[in-house]
T-cell receptor
């Protein structure tokens, strides 16, 4: 079974802090994704990566950056956290070369910015 | 513009009845894929069913089937014989090629409640 592990289930940080959310997958998947989930808005794509050191902006990249130095790890960075970034963050991974492959998700990180 | 539209924020269904959850999508690609996921209150995302744009048959997985109408750009999920454990959020998602890379976007979800 594919395992996608997010480093924290719950996280509380202060406005202006630099915040790192870590995600590790164990199935050698090429594609990795970061979403945020808010009530009534569903899952919105922040960034995705299709290979090591490669990244693409999703639909809401403002205020975020990402890092993918190793294939198994995809980090989401909040450069200067703000209260409107309080949300549930979900990481996912997916095999690139099979079109019918679903994404595999981590358990999510519920981030509160005070 | 929304790529994936789920117009039903919430729905109720009687146990053992069938229910249809709506999903429409917008893409200019010829090759794309559509997925449905279930998210129980515990929070994990569970993959349910997949439909490829070139698949001629509607996808089925146990009690789940996908009513795919390509000309209408709709991919509705049908759950037959609803069970109490089906109470959850349901998300429709689309995989398409964006800038040469495979991107997956989600709808806003439908909260399904199964009534005993």
């Amino acid at each position: 079974d594919v395992k996608v592990t997010q480093s924290s289930r719950y996280l509380v940080k202060r406005t202006g802090e630099k915040v790192f959310l870590e995600c590790v997958q164990d199935m050698d998947h090429e594609n990795m994704f970061w979403y945020r989930q808010d009530p009534g808005l569903g899952l919105r794509l922040i960034y995705f990566s299709y290979d090591v050191k490669m990244k693409e902006k999703g639909d809401i990249p403002e205020g975020y950056s990402v890092s993918r130095e190793k294939k198994e790890r995809f980090s989401l960075i909040l450069e200067s956290a703000s209260t409107n970034q309080t949300s549930m963050y979900l990481c996912a991974s997916r095999m690139e070369d099979r079109v019918n492959q679903p994404q595999h998700f981590g358990d999510g990180t519920r981030l509160s910015i005070l | 513009a929304q790529k994936i539209t789920q117009t039903q924020p919430g729905m109720f269904v009687q146990e053992k009845e069938a229910v249809t959850l709506d999903c429409t999508y917008d893409t200019s690609d010829q090759s794309y894929g559509l997925f449905w996921y279930k998210q129980p209150s515990s929070g994990e995302m569970i993959f349910l069913i997949y439909q490829g744009s070139y698949d001629e048959q509607n996808a089925t997985e146990g009690r789940y089937s996908l009513n795919f109408q390509k000309a209408r750009k709709s991919a509705n999920l049908v759950i037959s014989a609803s069970q109490l454990g089906d109470s959850a959020m349901y998300f429709c998602a689309m995989r398409e090629v964006s800038g040469g890379y495979q991107k997956v976007t989600f709808g806003t979800g439908t909260k399904l409640q199964v009534i005993p």
